[in-house]
């Protein structure tokens, strides 16, 4: 907590002031990145334009943010993934699945719009897209490049498959 105050450039008691413990601090760290998530579908659900493009828009959002904060994201899969002893344990699966339900309703608009099958279900549809994103900034975090234009090349799979 004393490197962290000189970081942020506060006194220790200031920063108690505003996280009582250092697993307060952790847990409001992870709460923050999972809510900038949840945000950025919310505001897909809200934007004007088709599914494609809102979708596009969100991708984009997302492999931006780990490209410029991979910390961010290692920090979310080792909370998840590997914690370490005497982290403070996380419900990061429900955060996911209230995620992925919002991902759910937005390509539910796309279904009423005409834009995604009806026959489909919405669920899987969602879950599907997360992996494929997940994937990408996986390999983001491990330094490789990701192609130009990834968040188009991503949702042409999605959207028209592999078939010719």
Not at 78 to 90: D, L, Q, S, W
């Amino acid at each position: 907590m004393r490197e962290l105050a000189a970081a942020v450039g506060l006194t220790k008691p200031a920063l108690y002031y505003h996280f009582s413990s250092k697993e307060a601090l952790f847990l409001a760290a992870i709460h923050t990145h999972m809510d900038r998530h949840r945000q950025d579908i919310l505001t897909a659900l809200d934007k004007p334009g088709s599914l494609r493009e809102r979708l596009a828009c969100t991708l984009q959002t997302h492999l931006d943010r780990v490209r410029q904060q991979p910390e961010v994201m290692k920090l979310l899969l080792t909370a998840e993934h590997r914690p370490e002893k005497g982290v403070p344990e996380i419900d990061l699966l429900s955060m996911h699945q209230e995620n992925t339900l919002l991902l759910a309703q937005l390509l539910e608009n796309g279904v009423k719009r005409g834009e995604i099958r009806d026959d489909l279900n919405l669920d899987t549809l969602a879950i599907n897209l997360v992996g494929l994103v997940n994937i990408w900034s996986l390999i983001c975090l491990h330094g490789l490049p990701l192609p130009e234009n990834l968040p188009d090349q991503i949702l042409d799979i999605f959207f028209n498959g592999v078939s010719p």
